[in-house]
């Protein structure tokens, strides 16, 4: 079965200044990333700030390019897909309501936008259908002529994805869509997503920092480490048997409300990796309690087994 959306050896570099009389640098966002999404499945794609997450959500959107490597959408390159095709596919919700809505236009504006770009029917039809669209989102219809600075930040990430999935797109890239949100309005906007999901059969690529959040909603998670994806498997199987040593640290961070325990330790250091400088063989290695001589010799490459995939030379060994 042809996967809805898949990576094939995706990199992403920039060229960094470091100061002014020195030689800019390379800066690898995105390193080698293979990913698989089958359709109506959600993917949460987890790891620490700077691991290349939101260049990922980036370039699955067609809004940066990568530098090697292929996104494919029901197996065609999205570079080969028109524009305005790729838009009527592929629709983004962004971390920050505030900043993601424009503060001159109405939310019935806002929401009939890619409508209007498209060129679906009439301005009276666009604006029924902008509306319809916001009551399915919990919106009433007595919101549709304020602007964004009359509405709460839930109520304005609700205009947000009304407005993605207006003209009925296949899939949604949901980038930290709800870090800026209270935590009760997360778990509203949470529930919300997973009843559009199953409404209009979408497919999710959900980023995100918050594990509590991504077991939620997530049927797959990749964890990435300096632009690599170091593990990739269902979630359930994730967050019951970790196997990466980062995955472990990751999830040994979450915070409990148990009273005594404290904050817990990682075992990660206070130091965070470099990404201009990364380290040989496995990136993860200098931070790693469990690496061994050749980790920071040869880098792990995914290892596929009957329970997800790894990159760590804790299994390599084991083949």
Same mark, same amino acid.
């Given at each position: 079965?042809?996967?809805?959306?898949?990576?094939?050896?995706?990199?992403?570099?920039?060229?960094?200044?470091?100061?002014?009389?020195?030689?800019?640098?390379? =800066?690898?966002?995105?390193? *080698?990333?293979?990913?698989? &999404?089958?359709?109506?499945?959600?993917?949460?794609?987890?790891?620490?700030? !700077?691991? *290349?997450?939101?260049? =990922?959500?980036?370039?699955?959107?067609?809004?940066?390019? #990568?530098?090697? !490597?292929?996104?494919?959408?029901?197996?065609?390159?999205?570079?080969?897909?028109?524009?305005?095709?790729?838009?009527?596919?592929?629709?983004?919700?962004?971390?920050?309501?505030?900043?993601?809505?424009?503060?001159?236009?109405?939310?019935?504006?806002?929401?009939?936008? #890619?409508?209007?770009?498209?060129?679906?029917?009439?301005?009276?039809?666009?604006?029924?259908?902008?509306?319809?669209?916001?009551?399915?989102?919990?919106?009433?219809?007595?919101?549709?002529?304020?602007?964004?600075?009359?509405?709460?930040?839930?109520?304005?990430?609700?205009?947000?994805? @009304?407005? @993605?999935?207006?003209?009925?797109?296949?899939?949604?890239?949901?980038?930290?869509?709800?870090?800026?949100?209270? &935590?009760?309005?997360?778990?509203?906007?949470?529930? =919300?997503? $997973?009843?559009?999901?199953?409404?209009?059969?979408? +497919?999710?690529?959900?980023?995100?920092?918050? %594990?509590?959040? &991504?077991?939620?909603?997530?049927?797959?998670?990749?964890?990435?480490?300096?632009?690599?994806?170091?593990?990739?498997?269902?979630?359930?199987? %994730?967050?019951?048997?970790?196997?990466?040593?980062?995955?472990? @640290?990751?999830?040994?961070?979450?915070? +409990?409300?148990?009273?005594?325990?404290?904050? #817990?330790?990682? *075992?990660?250091? $206070?130091?965070?990796?470099?990404?201009?400088? #990364?380290?040989?063989?496995?990136?993860?290695?200098?931070?790693?309690?469990?690496?061994?001589?050749?980790?920071?010799?040869?880098?792990?490459?995914?290892?596929?087994?009957?329970? !997800?995939?790894?990159?760590?030379?804790?299994?390599?060994?084991?083949?």
């Amino acid at each position: 079965m042809t996967a809805l959306i898949e990576t094939r050896d995706l990199q992403r570099t920039f060229s960094v200044s470091v100061g002014m009389f020195k030689p800019r640098q390379t =800066l690898h966002a995105v390193n *080698g990333v293979d990913l698989s &999404v089958q359709r109506k499945d959600v993917l949460g794609i987890v790891g620490e700030s !700077g691991c *290349g997450k939101s260049t =990922l959500a980036r370039m699955l959107l067609g809004l940066t390019p #990568p530098s090697r !490597g292929s996104v494919l959408i029901d197996g065609q390159d999205i570079s080969k897909i028109d524009r305005r095709d790729l838009a009527r596919r592929v629709q983004p919700i962004f971390q920050d309501p505030y900043s993601s809505l424009n503060p001159r236009r109405t939310i019935a504006s806002i929401v009939s936008f #890619p409508l209007d770009v498209l060129g679906v029917g009439t301005r009276s039809e666009r604006r029924k259908k902008a509306i319809e669209m916001l009551e399915r989102v919990g919106l009433p219809a007595r919101y549709a002529d304020n602007t964004p600075g009359q509405l709460s930040g839930g109520q304005r990430q609700r205009v947000a994805i @009304a407005r @993605a999935l207006v003209i009925n797109p296949e899939i949604v890239i949901c980038d930290e869509p709800t870090s800026a949100l209270d &935590v009760s309005v997360q778990a509203q906007i949470l529930n =919300l997503l $997973l009843d559009l999901r199953k409404e209009f059969n979408l +497919t999710y690529v959900f980023i995100s920092h918050n %594990l509590a959040v &991504v077991e939620h909603i997530a049927t797959q998670v990749a964890v990435m480490y300096l632009g690599r994806v170091v593990e990739q498997t269902q979630t359930a199987e %994730l967050f019951k048997h970790p196997r990466h040593p980062y995955t472990q @640290a990751l999830l040994a961070s979450v915070l +409990t409300p148990e009273p005594g325990l404290g904050i #817990p330790d990682m *075992g990660l250091g $206070l130091s965070f990796p470099d990404p201009l400088h #990364p380290p040989t063989g496995c990136s993860f290695h200098p931070r790693c309690q469990q690496r061994r001589p050749e980790c920071s010799v040869d880098h792990p490459h995914l290892l596929r087994d009957a329970h !997800g995939e790894v990159a760590c030379h804790l299994y390599t060994a084991k083949t």
